[in-house]
């Protein structure tokens, strides 16, 4: 049941995941995950999960939602996981790319603590 999940939904949209829509959700999760979003999409569907609160689901609020299968659950876990881990590494490349990441180097912090005690 291994899914290639992708840090979009399609290939239209460049929104991160965390800005997704419930649309969006469901998308991904029909390209990701076919066999539970066969079984379980309306549930998704019907509690409005949008990018921001999929990546705060849990076990236990999977379980609220009525994901009674524990695999299920944890397979979800693991889809999720991986999508964040991608979309928080895309997130920090681009940002490193457009140079918005300074690096603080040893020297500098030393410096700048003496400077305090002056």
Do not use: A, C, H
């Given at each position: 049941m291994e899914g290639s999940s992708s840090a979009?939904?399609?290939k239209t949209t460049s929104v991160a995941p965390c800005f997704w829509t419930n649309s969006e959700v469901l998308q991904w999760m029909k390209n990701s995950l076919p066999e539970l979003f066969n079984k379980y999409g309306g549930f998704f569907k019907n509690h409005g999960i949008s990018g921001r609160?999929?990546?705060m689901?849990?076990?236990n609020l999977?379980?609220?939602m009525g994901i009674n299968d524990a695999q299920d659950r944890a397979?979800?876990?693991i889809e999720i996981?991986?999508?964040k881990i991608k979309s928080d590494?895309?997130?920090l490349k681009n940002t490193h790319h457009k140079g918005n990441i300074r690096f603080i180097d040893?020297?500098?912090i030393n410096d700048s603590s003496q400077n305090e005690h002056i």
């Open positions: 979009r939904p399609s609160t999929l990546f689901l849990n076990d999977l379980l609220e397979q979800y876990r996981s991986k999508l590494l895309l997130t040893e020297n500098s």
